[in-house]
């Protein structure tokens, strides 16, 4: 019996979150006639799309390719309404799978984790909430979400600030009044260019305050195409297959399939790389990502389009001095490229401002507003979008302890280590998905493949008769070396970004993706499956 009265339930697995791995998760222990208890936080399924519904909130990857693949009656039986849908209609895809899969009854929300600790008699874990649930399972399945630890804003004298305060990963359910107010955002990357583009046509006064621009791109939504989306329905194992075969599995090219790229940059001549870059550009997205192979390993590759990049900023800024601070000087598609609806004309606008806080940094709030450069900025609300503890966040913030009372903070603390971007070493039966070392791909369809492989390990542990998998730690320490290895070979050590880690302060700098691409990452898995021999059975 625990402290709140509550009896310990035994269940085969556990499932921490309710996004849309954990879903997936869900399911998967379902349809394998496994008990299982999701515990979600939010009073809604979605994950980052229960939390984050700020103004301006839409996906970037085209939805056709943003959802699940798993049942084909669900992606025929599905409408997008637009190609990049908005916040709302994801939250309602989400809850269209949770009550077509009978989902729901397996989740209890409003209901956070605080630990995971794994009992070595029993060879099982035990996990404990915030409302005094204690559940025993053999396996525990960290859904925690890729983006879903945010970073709290700590600023001088912030507690004695009198306005309204609102932070874009944790908005009401109640949408806030900006009309006739004046208003600040703090930060600008793919959050803070959505909610900015909305708030700028409300507020009587916008402060942007900026410390590095984004690289952006029109996203050009626009509603779905009927004929395009028949097709689509009719070539959806092609789209798949194209998704699996690419190195982040988005692939679409003005919502037609396209094929994946086979040049360098430097291969063709300046007027066919020009055309290729306005080709993307028109497409919108993230299809700049897929323009020609080396964009991330080469820097004169990637100074193209960078330079093309920047030219759009100019193009569309009236202030040749305003686009100068709009434009990035780091690597392209190092830091995440922002898709945006009308952001840079925003600073054509009289009631808007552009901060740039490397000239006039913060440096304290008072009761009636920010202090930046010694000038008073006069305020009725802030906005904070200041980003997340990307990958390791969520789970550094529960009590998670395996062999010998070990926490993985602690495990983590010297540098960020994984097996298959899915296990570590002394965390029998603990899996997590879309977690470090995980690649930089699609996350609902790398949810499914990392779902399926999850659940292949566990029809191996009933093989070998045996109660716990663990990664051995030589297995581990060769998949973290390559791991580096290629994250070294590319551009994105070049710059200072969440990739490693770098917007947590006191963070070690590690590779925290996989960055080998999907294909690639498959085929370490699928070795690492083959006779098993990185892994420990008990």
Known sequence: MSDSGKSQVQ?????????????????KAQ????????????????????????????????????????SKELEQEWQWSERYAAQPEIERYANHVAERFNLNEKIQFGTRVVSAIFDEATRRWLVTTDQGDVVSAQYCIMATGLISAPVEPRFDGLETFRGEQFMTSRWPQEAPEFSGKRVAVIGTGSSGIQV????????????????????????????????????IKTNYESLRQLQYDSFAGFTLVHSELAPLPSQSALEVSPEERRAEYENRWASGGLSPYYA????????????????????????R?????????????YQILTRRLS????????????????????????????????????????????????????????MDRIDVRGRNDRTLKDRWSEGLTSYL???????????????????????????????????????????????????????????????????????????????????????????????????????????????????SFS
């Open 31 to 70: 349809e394998a006639g496994l008990s299982v208890a999701c515990f979600e936080a939010g009073n809604g399924v979605g994950g980052t799309w229960y939390w984050n519904r700020y103004p301006g909130a839409r996906v970037d990857i085209e939805c056709v390719e943003y959802s699940y693949s798993f």
């Open 421 to 535: 971007g899915m296990m570590t070493h002394g965390f029998p039966n603990l899996f997590w998905v879309n977690g470090p070392h995980s690649p930089f791909y699609n996350p609902i369809l790398l949810a499914e493949y990392q779902g399926d492989f999850i659940c292949r390990l566990f029809d191996e542990l009933r093989t070998h008769n045996a109660d716990t998998i663990e990664p051995d730690a030589d297995a581990e320490l060769q998949y973290v070396q390559f791991t580096n290895d290629i994250g070294n070979m590319t551009l994105f050590p070049k710059s200072d970004n969440y990739y490693m880690g770098d917007n947590i302060e006191g963070k070690p700098r590690n590779v925290v993706f996989f960055f080998g691409g999907f294909p690639l990452y498959r085929e370490q898995c699928e070795a690492g499956a083959s006779g098993l021999g990185g892994f």
């Open 292 to 315: 020609y192979t080396d964009s991330l390993l080469d820097e004169k590759s990637n100074e193209t389009l960078a330079e093309f990049a920047r030219e759009k900023i100019r193009e």
């Open 317 to 329: 800024v009236d202030d040749p001095d305003l686009a100068e601070k709009l434009c990035p000087d």
């Open 196 to 231: 900015i583009s909305e708030v700028a046509k409300e507020a009587d006064q916008l402060y942007v305050l900026q410390r590095t621009p984004s690289y952006t791109i029109p996203l050009q939504n626009r509603p779905v195409n009927a004929e395009q989306v028949a097709n």
């Open 339 to 394: 898709p945006e609806t009308n952001y840079l004309e925003v600073f054509n606008q009289a009631n808007v401002d552009l901060v740039d806080l490397n000239e006039q940094p913060i440096e304290r709030f008072t009761a009636s507003g920010i202090i930046v450069g010694g000038e008073e900025l006069e305020l009725d609300a802030v906005v904070f979008a200041t980003g997340f503890d990307v990958m390791t966040g969520a």
């Open 11 to 27: 269940v085969d697995m556990v499932v921490v979150g309710a996004g849309f791995a954990g879903l997936y998760m869900t399911f």
